[in-house]
């Protein structure tokens, strides 16, 4: 079974496409990392491209911290922590694999450190605006429980969290509203599945910014983070 395979025309450009499969690979464990890949002339055989269109693919994959490139060494796939996790090209990437538990399972790692803290400095900061929209969306939510409808609960679940960030007050959150919106949808995805979609965990975050009290929306967004509450509790203990 060949390692790659030749890319096809799409909308997509081609050195995206092939930079895709490449990183899916490393993603996904199928390239191991420091290993090297083949050379030059074999990839734009084993994909049917020009040197051009390869060199584009791994300029790519390189600003990505995946590979590295040096003259008469050859390119090499990078240690992890090299890997910029949170770039939204990569986070689509990661989508695409067959396995994405593993990510979802330390996404909500990264969950648990930093939204807490979200939901306490919106209930402090939050302007007139960003708490009537909150409103309105939490109704929402509310209607999508109530009539078990999971497409509706999760737009608006992304959304409730995505205003949270944005109300913060502070200008380093705001990429995790706009940088995490992806992989932060398929979370939930996968945590809605099976009719439980914490109604009144959300319900004690909403009430606590509203309300102004910023130790309560702290506690009730721990309370919703909480391994009970999600699907994927059993694979953040690997």
């Given at each position: 079974m060949a390692l790659f395979s030749a890319v096809e025309n799409s909308s997509r450009k081609i050195h995206v496409q092939?930079?895709?499969?490449?990183?899916?690979?490393?993603l996904s464990g199928e390239l191991n990392q420091n290993e090297k890949l083949p050379s030059e002339v074999e990839l734009c055989h084993l994909f049917g491209i020009s040197r051009t269109a390869l060199r584009e693919s791994t300029k790519l994959l390189s600003a990505k911290g995946l590979i590295e490139s040096k003259?008469?060494?050859g390119t090499h796939i990078r240690p992890r922590h090299h890997w910029h996790f949170l770039d939204p090209q990569l986070l689509e990437w990661i989508q695409d694999l067959e396995d994405t538990q593993p990510f979802l399972a330390q996404f909500l790692g990264l969950r648990k450190a930093i939204e807490p803290e979200a939901c306490?400095?919106?209930?402090?900061?939050?302007?007139?605006?960003?708490?009537?929209?909150?409103?309105?969306?939490?109704?929402?939510?509310?209607?999508?429980?109530?009539g078990f409808d999971y497409e509706e609960w999760t737009f608006n679940d992304h959304l409730f969290h995505q205003t949270i960030f944005l109300s913060t007050g502070n200008q380093f959150y705001i990429p995790f509203s706009n940088i995490l919106s992806t992989i932060f949808k398929q979370?939930?995805?996968?945590?809605?599945?099976?009719?439980?979609?914490?109604?009144?965990?959300?319900k004690a975050i909403y009430d606590a910014i509203m309300a102004g009290r910023s130790?309560?929306?702290?506690?009730?967004s721990r309370?919703?983070?909480?391994?009970?509450?999600?699907?994927?509790?059993?694979a953040v203990n690997h």
């Open positions: 092939v930079a895709r499969q490449i990183a899916r690979k490393i003259p008469k060494v306490a400095l919106a209930a402090a900061h939050a302007t007139v605006e960003q708490r009537k929209t909150l409103s309105v969306i939490f109704q929402k939510m509310t209607m999508a429980a109530n979370f939930i995805d996968h945590s809605a599945e099976g009719g439980r979609f914490c109604l009144e965990e959300h130790e309560d929306a702290r506690t009730a309370v919703l983070l909480n391994d009970n509450n999600q699907k994927l509790a059993q």
